[in-house]
């Protein structure tokens, strides 16, 4: 007999239990989500310890009923949504965590200095987010990611190379010269629909800053699927 054959006959047995323990509830009151519930929430020391790697060393199990009930959700979209607000929920939950864990995790504007925009600073910012913000660097990282990689795909036709170093790469800027007053040229990556309009401030020196504004119409976007 063949693995996939005894595979199919082990997923056979499995279900035959599954159902047979399903019709032992009837006329019990007692539906099988129940009993689940209470097998993951009890207090009792038999349950508590038959679930107690479940987080740790089961967890690869563990997660395979996760999946299993996140296809579930996806079936309709009616319960897709549900399982999106369900996600945007947990995520939410983590990113409040992790503030709250490091109440500092910003910087407050009266402080900046010319040498805020330096190359040091900015790697330490970089690891500050990183470090203590976890989960959002994550989940802005890969997002940026698959965005910049979805993009060269389509323009080139294949896949683009080391993305991220190239976004560090253009995100540096020269150090900031106070002694000067000539324009500092800032090189940013390319991005499309993007215009850079002038303005001037109204104090007695005058300078020309760039004003990142969007052609499009913002009442056009959408909100990000989680």
Same mark, same amino acid.
């Given at each position: 007999?063949?693995?996939?054959?005894?595979?199919?006959?082990?997923?056979?047995?499995?279900?035959?239990?599954?159902?047979?323990?399903?019709?032992?509830?009837?006329?019990?009151?007692?539906?099988?989500?129940?009993?689940?519930?209470?097998?993951?929430?009890?207090?009792?020391?038999?349950?508590?310890?038959?679930?107690?790697?479940?987080?740790?060393?089961?967890?690869?199990?563990?997660?395979?009923?996760?999946?299993?009930?996140?296809?579930?959700?996806?079936?309709?979209?009616?319960?897709?949504?549900?399982?999106?607000?369900?996600?945007?929920?947990?995520?939410?939950?983590?990113?409040?965590?992790?503030?709250?864990?490091?109440?500092?995790?910003?910087?407050?504007?009266?402080?900046?200095?010319?040498?805020?925009?330096?190359?040091?600073?900015?790697?330490?910012?970089?690891?500050?987010?990183?470090?203590?913000?976890?989960?959002?660097?994550?989940?802005?990282?890969?997002?940026?990611?698959?965005?910049?990689?979805?993009?060269?795909?389509?323009? %080139?036709?294949?896949?683009?190379?080391? +993305?991220?170093? =190239?976004?560090?790469? $253009?995100?540096?800027?020269? @150090? #900031?010269?106070?002694?000067?007053?000539?324009?500092?040229?800032?090189?940013?990556?390319?991005?499309?629909?993007?215009?850079?309009?002038?303005?001037?401030?109204?104090?007695?020196? %005058?300078?020309?800053?760039?004003?990142? +504004?969007?052609? =499009?119409?913002?009442? $056009?976007?959408?909100?990000? @699927? #989680?």
């Amino acid at each position: 007999m063949s693995s996939h054959q005894s595979s199919i006959r082990s997923r056979r047995h499995i279900d035959l239990l599954a159902l047979k323990w399903c019709q032992s509830l009837e006329g019990s009151g007692v539906t099988p989500k129940e009993v689940i519930h209470a097998f993951l929430t009890s207090n009792d020391e038999v349950l508590k310890h038959r679930r107690g790697r479940w987080g740790v060393t089961g967890w690869a199990s563990t997660l395979e009923i996760l999946h299993s009930i996140k296809n579930i959700a996806k079936y309709k979209s009616e319960s897709l949504e549900l399982w999106r607000a369900f996600i945007l929920a947990e995520a939410q939950e983590c990113i409040t965590s992790d503030l709250e864990s490091k109440p500092q995790s910003y910087f407050s504007s009266n402080k900046v200095e010319p040498d805020f925009l330096d190359t040091k600073q900015m790697e330490a910012r970089d690891a500050h987010i990183q470090s203590d913000m976890p989960f959002l660097y994550a989940l802005v990282y890969n997002q940026l990611s698959n965005a910049i990689s979805t993009r060269a795909m389509l323009t %080139t036709g294949g896949p683009s190379f080391d +993305v991220w170093d =190239n976004m560090e790469n $253009n995100r540096r800027v020269p @150090d #900031f010269d106070s002694s000067t007053e000539e324009d500092i040229d800032v090189e940013c990556p390319e991005l499309d629909n993007i215009e850079y309009i002038p303005e001037e401030d109204s104090g007695a020196k %005058t300078r020309n800053r760039a004003s990142l +504004v969007s052609s =499009n119409n913002f009442s $056009n976007c959408q909100e990000a @699927d #989680f």
